[in-house]
């Protein structure tokens, strides 16, 4: 029974999202004591239009972060450039930067969520 599960799984395609640069670098922004990075959101899932934006520690623990998005809304085969600000007080705890998407609440969509992580480059 494992096994055709695993067959299964291996036979459908795999369909996510995509968020560049890999391992984006902090940089000062233009307000005195904070740090900029600037991403990109591509979507090539049909059944998904909203991601939620996220900066993590580590070990997951949430960071304060500035953004023009906090859900951001991206078409099928579309792509967002956005910004995140960081303080440079969290600047040094501040390892990942996440894109998580929505599923939708109507039971109509996908059972499957996913999230996508660049790897601050201190």
């Not at 579309?78 to 910004?83: R, S, T, V, Y």
């Not at 930067?97 to 992580?117: E, F, P, Y």
Request: with cysteine.
């Amino acid at each position: 029974m494992y096994r055709a599960i695993v067959l299964l799984l291996l036979a459908l395609p795999a369909y996510s999202h995509e968020m560049v640069p890999t391992y984006p670098k902090l940089s000062p922004s233009h307000v005195t004591g904070v740090m900029k990075t600037s991403l990109e959101l591509f979507n090539k899932r049909q059944d998904v239009e909203f991601y939620d934006i996220g900066v993590f520690t580590e070990d997951w623990q949430p960071i304060p972060f500035v953004s023009a998005y906090r859900v951001a809304h991206v078409r099928y085969l579309g792509h967002l450039k956005f910004d995140v600000y960081i303080r440079n007080a969290d600047a040094d705890r501040a390892t990942y930067v996440c894109s998580q998407s929505k599923l939708r609440g109507d039971g109509s969509g996908t059972l499957l969520a996913s999230r996508i992580c660049s790897k601050l480059h201190h």
